[in-house]
């Protein structure tokens, strides 16, 4: 039925091959990031260790490889297919839907509305309409967390598997990332040195605390501090009816 079965098929294979490359690349290419800037903080609150690490530049990347090739020996073996089957269940039933949960959380309460609108007017020269916050403050949220619910709910209701200590690796898999973001989240200050506490952020939840400053760079290198008043309702308001310091700085 397919010309050339020989060409299609090793082509299929190479496109799998690629596929399976640039997604061990992306993985890599976070890991090694993430793990570098907590070296760096590490450096610059007097590590002599993460000093060492980062003075050579292969050695993060080498280590990072290294222990991803490690894990994914698992999925050669033999019961690989329910390895996948297990990982798989806990990250695309709970783990991405609570990742996308609070990013619509961080972009409408904790980083604000008026600062992405004045974001996408510096870097775009345009301003997201009411549509666009209210599907940031609202209507993404809810769709997230109905579906993290359900699938919570399935994810209980049918187990990838009825080994108990496989499924007790699964759980740790849903569990412990959040807690180990949660807890980074709250030790990590953010630009004016403050760190969040459970008050602050209850203060932006509800609208009423002060927003925090953010800075970012135009194009021609000047450096713009920005500071925002959150709306009233929480959604973006028309252009011209926010009110917005934005200043120069050297």
């Known amino acids: 039925l397919v010309p050339a079965p020989a060409v299609v098929n090793a082509l299929l294979f190479l496109m799998i091959l690629l596929l399976g490359i640039t997604s061990l690349t992306a993985m890599a290419e976070v890991s090694i990031s993430i793990v570098r800037d907590q070296a760096q903080e590490l450096m610059d609150a007097g590590s002599a260790h993460a000093r060492r690490i980062l003075s050579r530049s292969w050695i993060i990347p080498v280590l990072v490889c290294l222990a991803q090739f490690v894990l994914g020996l698992v999925f050669c073996r033999r019961s690989g297919n329910l390895w996948i089957d297990l990982v ?17 959380i961080a972009v409408g309460y904790v980083f604000g509305l008026p600062q992405i609108r004045e974001v996408f007017f510096i870097r775009l020269g345009w301003f997201p309409g009411r549509y666009l916050g209210f599907i940031w403050r609202y209507y993404g949220p809810i769709v997230m967390l109905v579906l993290l619910l359900f699938g919570f709910e399935d994810y209980i209701r049918n187990p990838v598997t009825e080994v108990p200590w496989a499924m007790f690796i699964s759980w740790l898999m849903v569990v412990v990332p959040p807690l180990v973001w949660l807890v980074l989240a709250l030790r990590s200050p953010d630009h004016d040195g403050n760190f969040v506490s459970f008050r602050s952020l209850s203060g932006l939840l509800k609208g009423g605390a002060e927003q925090p400053r953010w800075h970012a760079g135009s194009e021609d290198g000047t450096e713009m501090t920005v500071t925002k008043t959150p709306s009233g309702n929480g959604l973006l308001p028309e252009p011209g009816s926010h009110q917005a310091e934005v200043q120069a700085a050297t």
């Open 88 to 104: 798989d269940g806990g990250i695309s039933k709970f783990l991405l839907t609570f990742i996308g949960l609070w990013e619509f």
